[in-house]
């Protein structure tokens, strides 16, 4: 038999009235630059890359995802311009959240808890090396339109902030990520909270 596996994200979600400005960029992106793949993300910032488990694993993870140990109370993130990812044959663009100490923190918790526990799944170079940010167009962006678009986007102003108080836990259901539960950052709620949100977000 075949061994089936689960697949999973770790990720903040913005709130809906900032990914509706960030939704404009990748449609922008899709229309100016061909590249159309962002616009079947809603945007986030992922704290745990996609990572797969054995299906009958499954209470394994959601159990230590349930238990994770985190000093970082809700806090606010700033989005501040522009960057990317231009050093490969897929360069990417991506709304850039400033790197806060708070955000840092929790990921590295989130990655050193998550190596502890799986360590037969590799931890990538980029998740020790958090580099947080927002895509807005990645995969189908070719260097040529690359280098149009970062010449628009360089300088392009844009700033926002949002609160954080809960991170996701989603798991893939072959056509799109589901949250399955969502961690809160609050201490009167910390023990968290089931959910079946539907959120569709790359792989």
């Known amino acids: 038999m075949a061994l089936i596996l689960n697949r999973y994200l770790i990720a903040v979600i913005p709130p809906e009235e900032i990914n509706e400005q960030i939704r404009r960029f990748q449609y922008d992106m899709a ?6 793949k962002a616009l079947r993300n809603i945007p986030h910032i992922t704290l745990k890359a996609p990572f797969q488990v054995a299906e009958e694993e499954h209470s394994r993870v959601l159990k230590w995802f349930k238990q994770l140990y985190t000093d970082v109370l809700p806090f606010t993130t700033e989005l501040d311009g522009f960057g990317n990812f231009a050093a490969s044959a897929r360069p990417v663009m991506y709304v850039k959240p400033v790197q806060s100490p708070a955000l840092s923190r929790l990921q590295k918790q989130i990655i050193q808890q998550f190596a502890s ?4 799944i ?11 940010h927002i895509t807005i167009a990645y995969r189908d962006l070719t260097p040529a339109f690359f280098t149009n678009a970062w010449t628009v986007y360089e300088s392009r102003p844009f700033q926002a902030s949002f609160p954080v108080s809960e991170f996701h836990l989603m798991q893939h259901d072959e056509n ?14 910390r023990v968290g909270k089931d959910a079946d949100t539907s959120r569709d977000i790359p792989t």
């Open 31 to 36: 229309e100016r630059f061909q590249s159309s």
């Open 117 to 120: 526990a799986f360590p037969t």
């Open 122 to 132: 590799k931890v990538s170079h980029t998740e020790k090396e958090f580099s947080p």
């Open 176 to 189: 799109q990520w589901k949250t399955i539960y969502k961690y809160s950052l609050n201490l009167s709620t």
